[in-house]
């Protein structure tokens, strides 16, 4: 009488262990169950923060435009904002601008965004820096 149950048991574990594969338009290379090759996502370049104008004196730089990032925290229950978000935020977009440096005017938390009942945020200038 215990085996009837041990064998469902067994049963329902192994329709568990099924690998699922979903039905999908394959192509050729997917159809023999090689995966095709693709490419990483690219990586936004590099892009270095100056807090000090005096620091690009002797370099020659082009400006693009301003950038900003921003950290919202939308109730009290969230997590806090963060500055260090926000200047990674504010980065990735002076990247997506070419630029290759950030001249950094201010981070701040305010209180004043709307839809957000605290938020970081950094403002700068994007910058294409030619070194020497």
């Known amino acids: 009488m215990r085996f009837i149950p041990l064998c469902l048991l067994a049963l329902l574990l192994t329709g568990c262990v099924h690998e699922y594969h979903p039905i999908?338009?394959?192509t050729p290379a997917t159809q023999h169950?090689?995966?095709?090759?693709?490419?990483?996502?690219?990586?936004?370049?590099?892009?270095?923060?100056?807090t000090d104008a005096t620091d690009l004196?002797?370099?020659?730089f082009r400006d693009l435009g301003?950038?900003?990032?921003d950290d919202c925290q939308s109730s009290t229950q969230d997590s806090p904002p963060n500055?260090?978000?926000a200047r990674k935020r504010m980065q990735i977009k002076a990247s997506n601008l070419k630029a290759n440096a950030v001249l950094l005017h201010k981070c701040e938390i305010v209180t004043t965004t709307a839809g957000c009942y605290r938020a970081a945020v950094c403002q700068g200038?994007?910058?294409?820096?030619t070194d020497q």
Do not use: D, F, H, N
């Open 125 to 129: 200038s994007a910058l294409q820096v």
């Open 83 to 85: 500055i260090a978000t």
């Open 33 to 50: 169950g090689s995966e095709p090759a693709r490419k990483p996502a690219p990586r936004p370049a590099p892009v270095k923060i100056y």
């Open 66 to 69: 301003e950038v900003s990032g």
């Open 57 to 60: 004196v002797s370099k020659p």
């Open 24 to 26: 999908s338009s394959a």
